[in-house]
């Protein structure tokens, strides 16, 4: 990728590939927490939901900065547990730093306005 001339990069890291340390030593930018849920508990993922989470926290130990859903309840822990990422919140029933309001979901796409720290 560098030498096609690449200079960033989206990529999804599982939660998964975090407890196996597959992604050790990776330097991210931007880490993302969309959601938590029990699909991923399982014997041959995270025999629970708090090994789960754990395993999510450690995206943002290789982050400089973090977006967290705070409509998910259990992102609250994140910030105290990663003191060195900066963390911004993002939903769309809670007050947040970025927040989607009057959603229209169509076949074809999805529109929404966005207030980024109480401004549209």
Do not use: W
Request: one cysteine or more.
């Amino acid at each position: 990728m560098v030498d096609a001339g690449c200079t960033a990069c989206v990529m999804e890291v599982s939660s998964q590939s975090l407890k196996l340390n597959r992604v050790y030593g990776s330097d991210f930018n931007i880490g993302v927490f969309t959601n938590f849920s029990e699909d991923h508990i399982s014997p041959k993922e995270h025999p629970d939901m708090e090994d789960y989470f754990n395993s999510k926290v450690e995206l943002f130990k290789m982050c400089k900065y973090g977006y967290i859903n705070v409509d998910d309840i259990n992102t609250i822990r994140v910030p105290k547990l990663v003191p060195n990422c900066m963390i911004q919140t993002y939903g769309i029933d809670n007050e947040n730093n970025l927040l989607a309001k009057d959603i229209t979901i169509t076949n074809s796409y999805v529109d929404f306005k966005v207030k980024l720290n109480g401004k549209k």
